[in-house]
């Protein structure tokens, strides 16, 4: 047992990756060498979670991938019905780029008394959804319209938002299989402005993205997709980053 919070461990290391696991896009019977694949290769923590989520047995994913794993285990919800007490910590994600109350606001009050009963630590997490060249699953599904790529100010303000209200982390999303990975430019402002840890995800497919992400000031960058498209390119990128 980690007498540390989940929080402090994670910035105790930056910068470093997350991995997002999809419970919709993996087969049970994948979890266990999945997780300990990911593991291996030396990712901060894995996320969990998914825009839609058709899955009934989220519950029994969460608990899989935790039984495996030998870093932290977050939540990362796409709405309140993605709760479980197997994890160690849950973003508690409001989607403040977004006008659309439910995102902001509401999903998380519904699922307050389940995440208290779960006694998972939470961590508070300025949540903005960055135009990527496509309609994403997160922008249909949450019905907001993402920032402007080429508005750097609009994304400072949100983010800075997200730090007055307290938040721990803002995190600029592409979304999942984006066309394209948020603007470098757009990530050096942000960094500029904020003094709260920095994520950025979504559409980073190559080690070269990964590394100018990093060098724009991400303190931590997520992968997703490239985990279930190549492991062997998710490896390389994890080996040429050690
Ligand atoms: C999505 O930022 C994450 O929420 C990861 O995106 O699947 O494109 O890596 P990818």
């Known amino acids: 047992m980690n007498s540390r919070s989940v929080h402090e461990r994670l910035?105790?290391?930056?910068?470093?990756?997350?991995?997002?696991?999809?419970?919709d896009r993996i087969k049970a019977e994948e979890i266990p060498g999945l997780t300990k694949f990911i593991c291996d290769n030396g990712v901060r923590a894995i996320l969990i979670g998914s825009s839609v989520l058709v899955t009934p047995?989220?519950?029994?994913?969460?608990?899989?991938?935790?039984?495996?794993?030998?870093?932290?285990?977050?939540?990362?919800?796409?709405?309140s019905h993605q709760v479980s007490a197997h994890a160690d910590a849950i973003f508690f994600l409001s989607?403040?780029?977004?006008?659309?109350?439910?995102f902001l606001i509401g999903e998380q009050v519904k699922?307050?008394?389940?995440?208290?009963?779960?006694?998972?630590?939470?961590?508070?997490?300025?949540?903005?959804?960055?135009?990527?060249?496509?309609?994403?699953?997160v922008e249909?599904?949450?019905?907001?319209?993402?920032?402007?790529?080429n508005k750097s100010e609009i994304a400072v303000a949100h983010a800075?938002?997200?730090?007055?209200?307290?938040?721990?982390?803002?995190?600029?999303?592409?979304?999942?299989?984006?066309?394209?990975?948020?603007?470098r430019g757009m990530v050096v402002k942000v960094k500029e402005n904020i003094s709260i840890p920095l994520i950025v995800g979504g559409g980073l497919r190559g080690?070269?993205?990964?590394?100018?992400?990093?060098?724009?000031?991400?303190?931590?960058?997520?992968?997703?997709?490239?985990?279930?498209?190549s492991r062997e390119e998710?490896?390389?990128?994890?080996?040429?980053?050690?």
């Open 207 to 229: 080690y070269d993205e990964v590394m100018e992400t990093f060098d724009s000031g991400a303190d931590f960058i997520v992968l997703g997709s490239i985990i279930e498209r």
């Open 95 to 102: 989607l403040l780029s977004g006008r659309n109350p439910e």
């Open 160 to 183: 800075l938002a997200g730090q007055y209200f307290g938040m721990k982390y803002v995190y600029l999303e592409a979304g999942s299989g984006a066309l394209n990975p948020v603007p």
């Open 111 to 137: 699922a307050v008394y389940m995440i208290k009963e779960c006694g998972i630590e939470v961590i508070p997490v300025a949540y903005l959804l960055i135009e990527s060249g496509g309609v994403t699953a």
């Open 11 to 23: 910035i105790d290391e930056k910068p470093s990756v997350f991995a997002l696991l999809d419970p």
């Open 57 to 79: 047995s989220f519950d029994s994913f969460v608990k899989a991938v935790k039984d495996s794993a030998d870093c932290p285990v977050i939540l990362f919800p796409g709405g």
């Open 140 to 149: 249909h599904v949450s019905n907001t319209k993402p920032i402007p790529r």
């Open 234 to 242: 998710f490896e390389a990128i994890m080996r040429r980053l050690q």
